[in-house]
């Protein structure tokens, strides 16, 4: 049955609190279940898959079932691509570190490279598990894809951050939401927005 107005409005609110709360709840279980570490990429690939499949209105499947199958499938890819997301980002924090100290010209110059590929890289991330569940493509592919469509789709990203940015405000001041909704709404804002982006694209090419 199909419900408008304010009644439905109630509705979808009430059910997307109950899959968010869910899903969070699988997400921290998870993540445990592999000793922190090896367990967030895999979780966190998993909850995107799940939220992913809501948004394209896919409404009735088994939400555990589902959550378990791509934490198997996706264990040892996902950590891999953890393992480099780490490794990067700690080189680029660390040269960013070490040149701002710098007092030459040419460090300072090379400190603003940095600074660039920084942006890029967190671009990158914004993107990242959007575009590695939604679409079917080799290791090296997800990162192109993800920074070229953040890079290209501005107006997007822009709407990300500052989502995510309310999201962490909203737990800022409400901190009990934390342990309820804290992977969950972040990841939502994400991969919500990252879709539109798929969504607008693939009508543009359809257009040229």
Same mark, same amino acid.
């Given at each position: 049955?199909?419900l408008? &107005?304010?009644? &439905?409005?109630i509705?979808? !609110?009430?059910?997307?609190?109950?899959?968010?709360?869910?899903t969070?709840?699988?997400?921290i279980v998870?993540?445990?279940?592999?000793? &922190?570490v090896? &367990?967030?990429?895999? =979780? !966190?690939?998993? /909850?995107? =898959?799940?939220?992913?499949?809501?948004?394209?209105? $896919?409404?009735?499947?088994?939400?555990f079932?589902?959550?378990?199958?791509?934490?198997? $499938?996706?264990? #040892?890819k996902s950590n891999?691509?953890? /393992? /480099?997301f780490?490794?990067v980002g700690?080189?680029?924090r660390?040269?960013?570190?070490?040149?701002?100290? %710098? *007092?030459?010209?040419?460090?300072?110059?090379?400190?603003g490279?940095m600074?660039?590929?920084?942006?890029?890289?967190? #671009?990158?991330?914004?993107y990242?598990?959007?575009?590695?569940?939604?679409?079917?493509? %080799?290791?090296?592919q997800?990162?192109?894809?993800a920074? #070229?469509?953040?890079? *290209?789709?501005?107006?997007?990203?822009?709407?990300?951050?500052?989502?995510? =940015?309310?999201?962490?405000?909203?737990?800022?001041?409400?901190?009990?939401?934390?342990? /309820?909704?804290?992977?969950?709404l972040f %990841?939502?804002?994400?991969?919500?927005?990252?879709?539109? *982006?798929f969504?607008?694209?693939?009508?543009?090419?359809?257009?040229?």
């Amino acid at each position: 049955m199909q419900l408008n &107005g304010l009644t &439905g409005i109630i509705y979808k !609110t009430g059910v997307w609190t109950i899959r968010l709360f869910y899903t969070n709840l699988l997400w921290i279980v998870f993540t445990l279940l592999g000793l &922190g570490v090896f &367990g967030l990429m895999p =979780a !966190t690939v998993s /909850l995107f =898959a799940v939220l992913r499949q809501w948004i394209i209105k $896919k409404e009735d499947f088994p939400i555990f079932k589902n959550f378990l199958y791509y934490y198997r $499938k996706e264990f #040892i890819k996902s950590n891999l691509f953890g /393992l /480099l997301f780490l490794v990067v980002g700690f080189i680029i924090r660390v040269d960013i570190i070490f040149l701002k100290e %710098s *007092s030459t010209l040419f460090l300072q110059i090379l400190s603003g490279v940095m600074l660039c590929i920084g942006l890029l890289f967190f #671009i990158i991330l914004l993107y990242f598990f959007p575009v590695y569940v939604h679409f079917d493509i %080799s290791f090296t592919q997800h990162l192109k894809y993800a920074l #070229i469509i953040g890079v *290209s789709q501005v107006s997007s990203t822009i709407i990300m951050v500052l989502g995510l =940015a309310l999201v962490f405000c909203l737990y800022w001041y409400i901190s009990g939401l934390i342990p /309820l909704f804290f992977m969950s709404l972040f %990841s939502l804002n994400l991969m919500w927005f990252g879709y539109r *982006s798929f969504v607008k694209i693939e009508y543009e090419q359809q257009q040229v």
